[in-house]
């Protein structure tokens, strides 16, 4: 298991942009493949985008694709959630999740895929 934190939401108008970030406890952050989830009020939660161990490969959920971009600094032990053009449907809470299973490439995932949590961070996005 690894402890993680993540920060950075906040509000913002539509077509605005925010940075995430999720910084993880331990030694072994490079050996986590890494995830942002979202939750919106009344919905379940559902994965928004996954990164492999090296930085190298990404898998985003059409929804968010071309508008946010993952990315990770082994060296820190973070990865970010850069968010640009956000819209109002946006509007959730955002959970980092960490994996010790490989990378599974152009994968779905869902919350059972990833064992370890953030606590997550409001982003709120006005039209």
């Known amino acids: 298991q690894v402890h993680l934190v993540d920060s950075g939401g906040g509000l913002v108008q539509a077509g605005g942009s925010l940075r995430l970030s999720c910084i993880a406890s331990?030694?072994?952050?490079?050996?986590?493949?890494m995830g942002w989830f979202r939750q919106a009020p009344g919905k379940e939660r559902e994965f928004v985008v996954a990164?492999?161990?090296?930085?190298?490969?990404?898998y985003y959920a059409d929804s968010v694709k071309g508008r946010f971009t993952i990315s990770r600094d082994n060296a820190k032990n973070t990865v970010y959630l850069q968010m640009n053009s956000l819209k109002p449907e946006d509007t959730a809470v955002y959970y980092c999740?960490?994996?010790?299973?490989?990378?599974?490439?152009?994968?779905?995932?869902?919350?059972?895929?990833?064992?370890?949590w953030g606590q997550g961070t409001q982003v709120t996005v006005s039209s």
């Open positions: 999740a960490a994996r010790s299973q490989p990378f599974r490439g152009s994968y779905y995932y869902s919350t059972a895929d990833f064992g370890s």
């Open positions: 331990g030694r072994t952050f490079s050996s986590y493949v």
């Open positions: 990164i492999n161990r090296s930085g190298g490969s990404t």
